[in-house]
């Protein structure tokens, strides 16, 4: 299935956000091919549930459709909201280690070590290539979410010790999720 097939094949209307360990947080998601009306909706539906939500970013697989885009607003403000299509990290540098939740893991919070600052390029919904320095906060959720689009999740950059600390939460996850 190319993305349209999968953005055509959701039920659009009534999109959640998915949790661990649903298999579709583990595909690899397909390029973006064309942007088009079902795509603007896929996007308005995910920015919606990511504020509803109280997230700063939300990726396609979360809200189970498996291609490349997300949405961040990293200062938590509808104005800054941003859309990422195929998105690519092309230089990054420096590491910084920071707490760090996602919305597919509900109640489960750990350290992970990313690059400090970062240089994306992606598509946006117009269709234009567009470049973007970031640090902090922002740069965080950019490198959270392209491991989105890799079915990489929070649970893989957890140590040992982290693992240990949140095995509880992440059973209960399991159990709810065996028993929907
Ligand atoms: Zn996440």
Do not use: W
């Amino acid at each position: 299935m190319d993305s349209s097939d999968k953005i055509r094949a959701a039920d659009l209307a009534s999109l959640q956000v998915i949790k661990y360990p649903d298999p579709r947080l583990r595909e690899i998601c397909t390029p973006v091919e064309t942007i088009d009306e079902p795509l603007i909706q896929l996007v308005e539906r995910m920015c919606q549930l990511m504020l509803d939500n109280r997230g700063v970013g939300l990726a396609a697989p979360q809200a189970g459709v498996t291609v490349r885009l997300f949405a961040a607003s990293p200062s938590f403000d509808p104005e800054d909201l941003r859309v990422y299509i195929n998105p690519r990290i092309i230089e990054a540098s420096g590491t910084v280690e920071e707490e760090e939740g996602c919305l597919s893991f509900p109640q489960i919070f750990t350290k992970v070590k990313r690059n400090a600052t970062l240089t994306v390029e992606a598509t946006d919904l117009e269709g234009d290539i567009f470049q973007e320095e970031c640090g902090d906060l922002h740069s965080r959720i950019i490198q959270h979410e392209i491991d989105h689009l890799d079915g990489r999740l929070l649970v893989d950059r957890m140590g040992t010790v982290s693992k240990l600390a949140n095995r509880r939460s992440l059973k209960e996850l399991e159990a709810q999720f065996d028993s929907a």
